[in-house]
């Protein structure tokens, strides 16, 4: 599966997240390793960590997410997969970074394991996300204090961190307003990572220059993605246009997503996407879908086929 036509690669849980997606022990992901050929991604939080310490959440009360998922949690599995990396010579992409331990271990092997930040990770900081959106701000791996989103911020910095995503997950409000644990982890992430990152460009925390390797040719040289991630001759001419001193506030009707709720709800920012071109074709323009869908599968250099 991970060689037909437009896969990107194979993702895999190793700490339980998303429904019953989870591959926990060391010789389940072994054989797993020893058959992939390209970069495999992976949730990194330790299984057997997170049951041992489930007795430590607090009904209702979301702060204790982060107690329960704790830093060790992250950093054990991170460890365990690059110790099998190196054993089986396969290359890894560790997923949502949420410890500046991870950022240091992952600082002197960057050989085999590439590593992704998300925007949540890099702006939100407990306690006080969650004493302010409760199970809004309930994620996995979770948002932590604030040294250890200073942490993150060192990964990219130094170039530790090698790309964003969004982890977008579109859980509605109603599915989120369960009583903690019940609820769901996931928040919408699409639609306000380059408003929130552009927020951060003019705050300098990161040149413009930096959050374009981190959203375009950083996953296409992971990825090794056909003719993306540059503005060259030949390329697909896919451009996000900007406006770097436009100031917005994002709010949750501005949402598109089914969810239709945002943890930046009220947020002013400073930098806002005005039109979206993909393969030279304006399919969005000052917030407005221009153009009927056309996608087609992202080609990728191992998939190519004649």
């Known amino acids: 599966l991970e060689r037909a036509p437009g896969c990107a690669g194979v993702k895999v849980f190793i700490g339980s997240s998303t429904g ?45 997410h982060p107690v329960w998922r704790d830093e060790p949690a992250a950093l054990m599995a991170t460890q365990r997969l690059v110790n099998l990396a190196r054993e089986t010579g396969k ?48 994620m996995n791996p979770p948002v932590r204090s604030v040294d250890h989103r200073e942490g993150i911020w060192y990964g990219i910095e130094q170039g530790i961190i090698d790309v964003l995503g969004s982890d977008h997950a579109p859980h509605t409000l109603e599915e989120k307003a369960k009583t903690y644990p019940a609820s769901p982890s996931g928040m919408t992430g699409v639609q306000t990572l380059v408003p929130l990152m552009l927020d951060h460009v003019n705050a300098g925390r990161l040149s413009l220059a930096r959050f374009v390797d981190l959203t375009s040719a950083g996953p296409a ?3 090794n993605i056909a003719c993306k991630g540059r503005i060259a001759a030949g390329y697909d001419a896919d451009f996000t246009v900007v406006d770097l001193k436009r100031s917005e506030t994002i709010t949750n009707k501005w949402v598109a997503s089914r969810a239709g709720w945002t943890p930046y709800d009220g947020m002013r920012v400073t930098g806002w996407p005005v039109g979206t071109f993909v393969r030279g074709k304006r399919v969005m323009w000052q917030g407005e879908v221009t153009t009927p869908s056309t996608g087609e599968p992202v080609r990728f250099l191992e998939t190519l086929k004649a």
């Open 221 to 223: 040289r992971l990825y």
């Open 20 to 64: 019953a997606l989870l591959v926990e022990d060391d010789e389940s992901l072994r054989r797993i390793f020893q058959v992939i050929r390209r970069r495999a991604a992976f949730h990194a939080e330790d299984e057997y960590r997170l049951n041992e310490r489930k007795p430590i959440r607090v009904e209702g009360d979301p702060r204790s």
């Open 91 to 138: 290359r890894i992409h560790v997923l949502h970074i949420s410890t500046k331990q991870e950022i240091e271990y992952l600082r002197d092997h960057k050989d085999v394991a590439s590593c992704e930040a998300t925007p949540h990770h890099l702006t939100l900081v407990a306690p006080e996300c969650y004493e302010r959106l409760g199970t809004l701000a309930q």
